[in-house]
């Protein structure tokens, strides 16, 4: 990374990030400090249209655990305490909170465990929720409404509750503008057409972790078509991103990342400028959020990460 006097060497990286989906791999990997002395980190996700952002929202996980007491359904159900009604409840009370609920906020969730045998007052019941909102502030607003409900399904049945947060909450992706606007000029030089920002602000999208990257270090996470209509996290979406179709628009969109972290890297000013970006943009959340990791400030080395 050179130490000594005269220009530092550049260089990019590929750094494989496992466990989005479940655990937030990335947020290990920011607190094993492996985005140190970085300047930049780039990511794409597939999708159904080509944006250089979408507001992928802040997310909590959570497990509720009822505890009731067993007993016969039939023959003296007055003896037991019903942990399949406080997990009824507290999914009806979830959903007469949505009305209160602001149009940007997502609430979802099973029930994993509802019981034995018909016949067997259910004695415990498990649920499992995700959280989201556009902002560490509203979720934390949210998360609280919805523990409530969670604690109320418990009182009204006598049943013991047990509420556990996932290890790792994920964190709005923070954009950067002008990240952004030389990438758009990259993809359209290799025929990308992106969707329009009217599309982009009416609209929200799914979470991940690499927006607690975003919050060490300036970030660019746009997302691209692979040449099929389908919806994420659908069988047919699964066999159109394995098709030889969708390789083309993956490379396509590896190379438009692989211009900008050149530009990022040779054009005189533009890193300063990203580093401005990231400085106001954080700023504006931090006054949101308790910060977790946000006592870590992205390095001043002459990198740039890439992946995708």
């Known amino acids: 990374r050179g130490r000594g006097p ?54 909590h996980d959570v497990t509720v655990k009822y505890y009731g007491k067993a007993s016969h359904a039939a023959a003296y159900p007055w003896e037991g305490v019903n942990a399949l009604d406080a997990a009824v409840l507290a999914y009806n009370n979830l959903s007469v909170l949505r009305q209160q609920m602001k ?15 018909p016949n067997i007052i259910p004695s415990y019941t498990e649920l499992e929720f995700y959280l989201r ?8 607003v949210l998360t609280e409404k919805v523990e409530n409900c969670f604690k109320s399904a418990a009182l009204a049945t006598g049943c013991k509750v047990e509420i556990k947060g996932g290890e790792n909450d994920y964190y709005n992706v923070l954009p950067n503008k002008s990240l952004q606007k030389v990438y758009k000029e990259n993809g359209k030089k290799l025929g990308i057409e992106f969707i329009s920002e009217d599309c982009i602000l009416n609209g929200l999208s799914g979470s991940t972790d690499f ?35 969708a390789q083309f628009y993956a490379l396509r969109t590896a190379k438009a990342l692989a211009m900008t972290a050149l530009d990022v890297i040779f054009k005189p000013g533009l890193l300063d400028i990203v580093r401005e970006d990231f ?30």
């Not at 947020?27 to 400090?33: E, K, T």
């Not at 300047?39 to 992928?56: R, T, W």
């Open 6 to 59: 005269g220009p530092q060497p550049r260089w990019i990286t590929v750094l494989g990030t496992p466990a989005e989906e479940q655990g937030g791999g990335k947020i290990d990997l920011i607190n094993a400090g492996a985005f140190d002395g970085l300047d930049v980190v780039f990511m794409a996700h597939p999708s159904q249209e080509n944006a250089a952002y979408l507001p992928d929202v802040a997310e």
């Open 103 to 117: 149009p940007t906020w997502r609430v979802h969730g099973v029930i994993k465990n509802g019981g034995v045998k």
């Open 133 to 140: 909102a556009p902002s560490m502030k509203d979720l934390s």
């Open 211 to 245: 927006g607690n990257v975003t919050f060490v270090v300036p970030g660019l996470h746009p997302y691209f078509y692979i040449g099929s209509d389908a919806l994420n996290h659908t069988e047919q979406y699964t066999e159109a991103a394995g098709s030889q179709n």
């Open 279 to 308: 400085r106001q943009v954080k700023l504006k959340e931090e006054g949101q959020i308790n910060p977790v990791e946000l006592n870590k400030e992205s390095g001043v080395g002459t990198g740039a990460c890439a992946s995708h």
